[in-house]
């Protein structure tokens, strides 16, 4: 039988221990992880999801400006809990890649706006072109189910 396959997303609290939820094989079947089995899996989990993360950047940059906090409030709408000190860097690494152009916010405040640029709208379509046929495989299963 093939080792199933775990996906973990936000902290939850289960009996007044913090931890994360697991789901194996399915949306449906969920599992517990304390804090020492969470330590083996959370900085490779991290960067696995860094990947989507930066797909959800570039989605967002593409719809319009976007800063750094109502990003950190958009992944976490969508299960990633990620820290300023995690998102800022990325998005000067696109940024760097030429993927994201940023510029000051007018008015004299502090806060950095983003948009994607012709290079990032290029990644955009090759990722989503490669997310879409990911899905196809993954979807797929050999015993036909």
């Known amino acids: 039988m093939p080792e199933p396959l775990f ?3 936000s902290f939850l609290v289960v009996d007044g221990h913090q931890g994360t939820q697991i789901a194996t ?3 449906t079947r969920f599992g517990y992880i304390d804090e020492t089995g969470m330590a083996e899996i959370e ?16 989605h967002h940059a593409d719809e319009g400006d976007l800063c750094g906090n109502w ?5 976490r709408h969508h299960g990633y809990h990620i820290s300023p000190g995690t998102l800022y860097p990325m998005l000067k690494s696109m940024e760097k ?7 000051a916010e007018e008015g004299g405040g502090r806060r950095v706006l983003y948009r994607i640029t012709s290079q990032g709208q290029i990644a955009l379509k090759v990722v989503r072109a490669k997310l879409q046929e990911l899905f196809r495989e ?8």
Do not use: N, Y
């Open 71 to 75: 990003m950190i409030g958009e992944l």
């Open 25 to 27: 094989g399915t949306a």
């Open 43 to 58: 900085k490779p989990l991290q960067r696995l999801l860094s990947g989507f993360i930066r797909m959800h950047v570039l």
């Open 138 to 145: 993954v979807g797929e299963h050999k015993d036909g189910k």
């Open 97 to 103: 890649d030429g993927w994201l152009t940023s510029r």
């Open 7 to 9: 996906f973990a997303w």
